[in-house]
Structures are given as structure tokens and as C-alpha cells.
């Protein structure tokens, strides 16, 4: 492949990257969920489904834990999240979703599905499966993370 094909081929993923988390975005606000941003979905993906703590929750976003511990304040204060002690390390506290946390999650989970279907419109069902089979084989492994 020429470097120009590589080019193209990286821009187009991002691309399609950025239009489905901008689709996913605009579909959890349309169904009523207010104040999140992206950044929010990136990390209820690490809380779910048991919680993570702020240390745990600043690796998997890939920032410090002052600024992961100011996204749970925020997130705390919105009531998507809430603080517990921990169940097994006294010194930490556990961060979980809250009723309204899982239902943002949900609603993101049905603005994937309806983008995920559009594409199936445009280039067939049995394409977007493969696509799918073929991006899972070149992923990196890990959290997937937002692009600050």
C-alpha cells in the first residue's frame, strides 16, 4: 500500500470514528440525557458494570487522576455517578453508575445501533458484518479511549 493509500485509508477511519461518536453524542441527547459529553460515555464504559475507582477510571481515559476525579465530581453532580466505599480497600471509594447513568448508557447503546444500521442501508448487512470482523482483528486492545 503507498503512503497515500495509508493516508486515506487513516483519514477515512477517523473520519467514520468521529462521526459515530458525534452520532452516538446527538442520539443520547435527543433522547433527553442533558450535560454529558463524549468524555462522559468513555468513562461509563469503564464504570459499568461494577464500578471502577478513580485511579482505575484515570488509566482507562489515559489523564490524571486530579482530572478523572474532577469528571466523577461532574458526573456525580449531574447524577450519573455516585461515590461507595469500597468493598474490598477501605482507603478507596468505588464509582458506579446510577439508574440514570445506565439509562444514558442504554440510550448510547440505541444511537450505536441505529448508525450501525445505516451503514448496513448503504453497504449491505453481510458488509458491515464482515467490516466488523476485519476492524476486531486490527483493534488495539484495551480501553478505548476519547480523543482529548
Not at 79 to 104: F, I, K, M, S
Request: glycine share 10%; charged share 25%.
Amino acid at each position: 500500500m503507498q503512503n497515500s493509500e495509508a493516508m486515506a485509508l487513516s483519514a477515512a477511519l477517523l473520519a467514520v470514528a468521529g462521526g459515530l461518536t458525534q452520532r452516538i453524542h446527538e442520539g443520547v441527547l435527543a433522547r433527553g440525557f442533558e450535560g454529558v459529553r463524549p468524555a462522559h460515555g468513555f468513562a461509563f464504559a469503564r464504570l459499568a458494570p461494577d464500578g471502577a475507582t478513580v485511579t482505575d477510571l484515570a488509566a482507562h481515559l489515559g489523564v490524571t487522576k486530579q482530572a478523572a476525579s474532577q469528571l466523577v465530581d461532574e458526573m456525580v453532580r449531574k447524577g450519573y455517578a455516585e461515590r461507595r466505599p469500597h468493598p474490598e480497600d477501605a482507603r478507596a471509594r468505588l464509582v458506579v453508575l446510577t439508574e440514570r447513568g445506565w439509562a444514558c448508557t442504554r440510550a448510547a447503546e440505541e444511537a450505536a445501533a441505529e448508525a450501525v444500521r445505516e451503514w448496513g442501508e448503504l453497504l449491505g448487512e453481510r458488509e458491515v458484518r464482515s467490516l466488523g470482523r476485519q476492524l476486531l482483528r486490527i483493534a488495539p486492545h484495551g480501553p478505548i479511549r476519547p480523543a482529548w
